[in-house]
């Protein structure tokens, strides 16, 4: 059963590994031939919209227990991306040509290839120390940049848009203007128990390499 568990890990890392990494290369191709941030919703937004919506499973994953996460953190990122994409970046074209756009999907791209990387070679053994590294280091710079003058950024470049159609006005029993407006309030507070929960990760798995080193 744990073969099984653990083949099932691999096979799911692994593709979002590749799912991500098609990604990157559909974004740095993007800008490098067009020398612009423009054009990279068009060039990844679709890919990336999936691949999120397919992360859903690893607050399955925490929350039928085959994987320590547990399902709270990972609803809150899961939540936090899906609505960004889907709610704002996918309904609101006017914003796809934002370079806000182009430095979140940069940020989550390099964030997520790394994470995927790191999370599918600890199903077979154990990954190499630079990718161990790297997953519990690059997240301090990749997240506050694609938080800050990525997501935030975006979401209220796109209030003027919401507020003019009256977005999702005929589904909604509040004003999603309004909803907007005060999840960017809450937004960095939200993001910051993820945060912080990530350096307390960090220092219990590099804290951990090191001592094996030692010994």
Known sequence: MA????????????????????????ILSNFIFTNSVTGTYASAG???????????????????????SGAVLP????S????????IVRRIVEVQESPSVFIT????????????????LSCIG??????????????????PVGLGPGEMWLMYQ?????????????TLPFSY?????????????LWLNLYLHLFKQRRSKLGKHQKTKKI
């Not at 154990?126 to 997240?143: D, E, G, K, W």
Request: net charge positive; charged share 15%.
């Open 46 to 68: 679709e890919l990336i919209c999936l691949l999120q919506c397919c992360a859903f499973l690893e607050v399955v994953h925490g929350a039928i227990g085959i994987v320590p």
């Open 3 to 26: 073969k099984l568990k653990d083949l099932y890990l691999f096979s799911y890392n692994s593709l979002q590994f590749l799912g991500w990494t098609v990604a990157l290369f559909r």
């Open 80 to 87: 936090g991306r899906t609505h960004f994409l889907l709610a």
């Open 177 to 189: 203007c309004n909803f907007v407006k005060v999840l960017l309030l809450f937004y960095p507070f």
């Open 75 to 78: 609803l809150m990122q899961w």
């Open 158 to 170: 796109a209030l003027p848009f919401i507020k003019r159609r009256n977005l999702y006005a005929d």
């Open 105 to 120: 999907f940069l940020a989550w791209s390099l964030s997520e290839v790394i994470r995927y990387s790191h999370y599918a």
């Open 126 to 143: 154990s990954p190499p120390y630079f990718i161990t590294y790297l997953r519990y280091t690059a997240f301090i710079l990749l997240y």
